[in-house]
């Protein structure tokens, strides 16, 4: 994975989203690859939709996604978590990248910017 974020220009600095992992990416980030540590596949975490390994993933993808400032690299681990929990429930007979624009993750998904979280 890439190395450990550093700064962060897609926190919000609203009060009431202070235990949202959307409102703090950054350290979502930070702890999503602390679970990760040890783990020798992403599948050893739980990935099922209300654990909270995909929700912290799910909601750093969404809102950083959204907000245009995407980079792979720096959210690795919740890119990693979020296509993998995905791929696992969503996949169907050669089909992916179209259950995960159904999952909200769409306007303007770039797909070629994911394959560097895997790098």
């Known amino acids: 994975m890439s190395p450990e974020p550093t ?58 996604n959204a907000s245009g400032n995407f980079w792979a690299g720096r959210y690795s681990a919740s890119v990693v978590v979020f296509l993998v929990a995905n791929g696992a429930r969503c996949y169907d007979d050669g089909t992916f990248w179209p259950n995960i624009e159904g999952l909200g993750a769409s306007g303007g998904l770039d797909r070629s910017k994911f394959g560097q979280a895997f790098e």
Do not use: H, I
């Not at 990416?25 to 999503?32: G, Q, S």
């Not at 990760?36 to 950083?64: C, I, N, T, W």
């Open 7 to 64: 700064q962060d220009r897609t926190t919000a600095t609203t009060a009431t989203g202070a235990d949202n992992p959307a409102e703090r990416p950054l350290e979502t980030e930070r702890r999503l690859r602390q679970m990760l540590q040890g783990k020798r596949l992403v599948g050893e975490l739980d990935l099922s939709p209300d654990g909270s390994a995909y929700e912290m993933a799910e909601q750093v993808f969404s809102r950083v």
